[in-house]
């Protein structure tokens, strides 16, 4: 079982920048990759970025150049440094946690943090 807790949104102008973060705990030694999903009005959930354990990321082309994702092993904690925002990129940000166990893969995911990009 592993516990994720988001924080860092919030209310951002265009152009402007936040940084979330997400902490793990519980079974944190068994993750394999973490990233950020977000979920917008009536949209469905997509990938923002993922880290993986060997620090490979992945970015949605929506979002390259703009956002870095990283992880602090040390404090079991990702991530999300999101500059120049746009009013599209408004969403409840969720993190998630996965691992592979076998040939099952189980997802863990966070209450999600609201990020809203007004003017």
């Known amino acids: 079982q592993v516990m994720l807790v988001e924080s860092g949104g919030g209310l951002v102008q265009p152009g402007g920048s936040l940084r979330l973060s997400c902490t793990a705990s519980?079974?944190?030694?068994?993750?394999?990759?973490m990233g950020w999903y977000r979920q917008a009005p009536g949209k469905q959930r997509e990938l923002v970025a993922t880290?993986?354990?060997?620090?490979?990321?992945n970015y949605a082309d929506s979002v390259k150049g703009r956002f870095t994702i990283s992880k602090d092993n040390a404090k079991n904690t990702v991530y999300l440094q999101m500059n120049s925002l746009k009013p599209e990129d408004t969403a409840v940000y969720y993190c998630?946690?996965?691992?592979?166990?076998?040939?099952?893969?189980?997802?863990?995911w966070g209450q999600g943090t609201q990020v809203t990009v007004s003017s």
């Open positions: 998630n946690a996965g691992m592979i166990i076998g040939t099952h893969v189980y997802n863990y």
């Open positions: 519980g079974s944190i030694l068994s993750i394999d990759a």
């Open positions: 880290i993986t354990r060997g620090a490979n990321t």
